[in-house]
C-alpha cells in the first residue's frame, strides 16, 4: 500500500538518487546486488504510487537571482486564497500553512531588487495582516541533499561508486546566461528528471551528444540539481517543522554547520532578517519535535531564541502542486 513504509531496497534505490538522480539502473543494481529489472520495477511503481518524483530543478541564485522566504500572516478566511494564488505562480516553492492555518511560508526568487516581492499578485479580497521577506544568504544543508542521505542506507564505499564521473557544480560566482535549448532543457527535466536522452533530443530536435553536453555543462555551472521528492510519511516522517533561529554572529557558520548534520534537518540555510538561520526539520510525530528542541537542539549553546511553527498542510512542494513534497 502507498503508506506503507519503504524496504531496505528501496531506501537503498532512493538513496542511490540522492547520489546521483541520472545513474543508470544497471549501476545502481550491480553496487545493491540485485537484478537491473528489480530497480527498475521498484522505481516505476514508487514514482507511479505518487511517492517518489525526481526533478531537475534550477538553483535562482546561479542566474543571478535572490532567493527568498517570505512569510504572510493573514486572516483565516483568506488564507486558502492567497496560498492558491501563490501556488499558480513559477517562481515558488513550498508553500506551507502554519499557525493554526493563519499563517503562509513560500520560498520565492526574484531578480534584484525585488519590486514588491508577491504583493502584486495577491488576492484583492485577501486581509494581509503582516508580511516579511527573508533573503536566504547561504544553504548550509538542502536542494540536492536531503533527510534519506542521513539514513545511511548505502554504505559510503556503495555511495563512491554510485557518484557522476565530473564533481558537480563547479565552483562560480558569475551569473550563467541560458539559451533557448537550456531552457527547453530545463523545462522538460522538471517534469522528469530521469528524462532518456533520446526522448530529450527528440523533443529539443537537437543530438543526443547536444543533449547530453548540454545537461552536463548545467550540472558543472550549479544551474540545474535534481530534487528526489519522496512522500515523507512512508520514511516515517509524517511531521514538518519550521525553525527559526537567532544566533550571535560569530556563532552563524558553526551552528548552520552543526544543523546540517542533524538528522532531522532537511534545509537549513543563514537568512536576513530578525531571525538569522532558518531551518526545516522532520520527526515521526509531535514527541519528535520536543526531543528534537530540548535535547539535540539545546545541545547548541549558540542558540539564543527559537520560533517553532508546525507545517498543517504543504501547498506546493519543490516541483508543483501535486508532488511528493505536497500534502495529498
Known amino acids: ?3 506503507d513504509q519503504f524496504d531496505e531496497i528501496d531506501l537503498q534505490i532512493l538513496h542511490a538518487l540522492h547520489v546521483d538522480a ?3 539502473f544497471s ?8 537484478s537491473d529489472q528489480t530497480v527498475a520495477r521498484r522505481y516505476a511503481r514508487m514514482q507511479t504510487s505518487g511517492s517518489l518524483g ?17 512569510r504572510i500572516r493573514c486572516t483565516p478566511d483568506s488564507a486558502g486564497a492567497v496560498a492558491s494564488a501563490l501556488a499558480r505562480r513559477a517562481d515558488t516553492s513550498w508553500i506551507s500553512r502554519t499557525a493554526g492555518g493563519s ?15 508577491l504583493l502584486k499578485t495577491l488576492p484583492r479580497s485577501a486581509r494581509i495582516l503582516d508580511l516579511s521577506a527573508h533573503c536566504l544568504l547561504h544553504v548550509f544543508f538542502g536542494r540536492a541533499d536531503g533527510v534519506l542521505t542521513k539514513l545511511d542506507a548505502l554504505s559510503p564505499e556503495q555511495a563512491a561508486r554510485l557518484k557522476p564521473l565530473t564533481p558537480f557544480p563547479a565552483e562560480s560566482t558569475d551569473p550563467v546566461r541560458l539559451d533557448d535549448v537550456d531552457r527547453r532543457i530545463l523545462s522538460l527535466l522538471k517534469d522528469d528528471g530521469r528524462a532518456p536522452i533520446g526522448q530529450l533530443a527528440d523533443v529539443t530536435g537537437m543530438s543526443r551528444s547536444t543533449v547530453q553536453r548540454r545537461i552536463t555543462e548545467l550540472r558543472e555551472s550549479g544551474v540545474l540539481y535534481f530534487d ?16 527559526w533561529l537567532t544566533v550571535a554572529p ?17 534545509f537549513a540555510a543563514a537568512i536576513s532578517g530578525a531571525s538569522n538561520l532558518y531551518a526545516s526539520i522532520t520527526t515521526a510525530g509531535i514527541p519528535g519535535v520536543y526531543t528534537y528542541l530540548t535535547t539535540t537542539l539545546s545541545q547548541i549553546p549558540a542558540v539564543q531564541s527559537i520560533e517553532s511553527t508546525l507545517v498543517l498542510h504543504t501547498v506546493k512542494g519543490p516541483a508543483g502542486l501535486g508532488s511528493p513534497g505536497s500534502d495529498h
Open 1 to 3: 500500500m502507498k503508506s
Open 22 to 24: 541520472r545513474v543508470p
Open 27 to 34: 549501476r545502481v543494481a550491480s553496487v545493491i546486488g540485485v
Open 54 to 70: 525526481v526533478w531537475g530543478l534550477v538553483d535562482p541564485a546561479r542566474l543571478g537571482q535572490v532567493e527568498w522566504l517570505v
Open 103 to 117: 499563517e503562509l511560508v513560500c520560498r520565492t526568487w526574484a531578480p534584484t531588487p525585488a519590486d514588491e516581492l
Open 228 to 243: 528526489i521528492d519522496i512522500e515523507r510519511a512512508r520514511l516515517g516522517r509524517q511531521i514538518r517543522t519550521l525553525l
Open 250 to 266: 560569530e556563532h552563524l557558520v558553526s551552528t548552520g554547520t552543526a544543523l546540517a548534520d542533524h538528522p532531522e534537518v532537511a
